[in-house]
């Protein structure tokens, strides 16, 4: 449960500074009116999304992984005082 505790954990950390990053970036590309930085930020942008996409996976695989721990101890438990 702990482990649990500590992926939310960073996954809200990752995610504040990724938000963060990503505003850092769009300022100075808008500032500048550089092309070159705007498909910088575009690219980087895209890269941050992803990688958002990926923490969000991962902290769906391991919810679902102790739900179905949960699920088998609370079964375990009902067969066990079934006998």
């Known amino acids: 449960m702990a ?3 500590n992926l939310d954990s960073f996954i809200r950390y990752s995610d504040k500074y990724l938000r963060n990053f990503d505003k850092k970036l769009k300022t ?8 070159e ?3 910088f930020r575009d690219s980087v942008s895209t890269t941050l999304q992803e990688f958002r996409k990926e923490i ?3 902290r769906d ?3 679902k992984s102790i739900d179905r721990q949960q699920s088998w101890a609370h079964s375990s438990s009902f067969v066990k005082s079934a006998k």
């Open 3 to 5: 482990e649990n505790n």
């Open 37 to 39: 930085e705007v498909k």
């Open 56 to 58: 969000e996976a991962i």
């Open 28 to 35: 100075l590309a808008e500032d500048n009116n550089n092309i």
């Open 61 to 63: 695989s391991k919810t």
